[in-house]
């Protein structure tokens, strides 16, 4: 794996604990900011888990053969 994809990785792995921190401060604009900042995301969400699920129809009708390398990407499973 070369280096860029081991950092980008890295970074991608820790999205989690930045968006859930990002989700805390906004606590502190208050419920309705917290709220619509989760609306947001579940939105967002939504809207891209669509697109990733169209996405994957298509490239596996077109290349069945990609199933077993998608699922063995651990960033990729993880949005399956």
Do not use: K
């Not at 995301?41 to 939504?46: A, G, L, N, P, Q």
């Amino acid at each position: 794996m070369p280096l860029e994809e081991s950092v980008a990785d890295a970074q991608l792995r820790t999205a989690g604990d930045r968006i859930q921190a990002l989700l805390d401060a906004s606590a502190a604009g208050g419920a309705v900011a917290r709220e619509r900042a989760e609306q947001l995301i579940r939105e967002v969400t939504d809207l891209y888990g669509a697109g990733l699920e169209r996405l994957l129809r298509l490239a596996l009708r077109a290349a069945p053969e990609m199933a077993d390398e998608l699922a063995s990407d651990d960033l990729v499973a993880s949005l399956l």
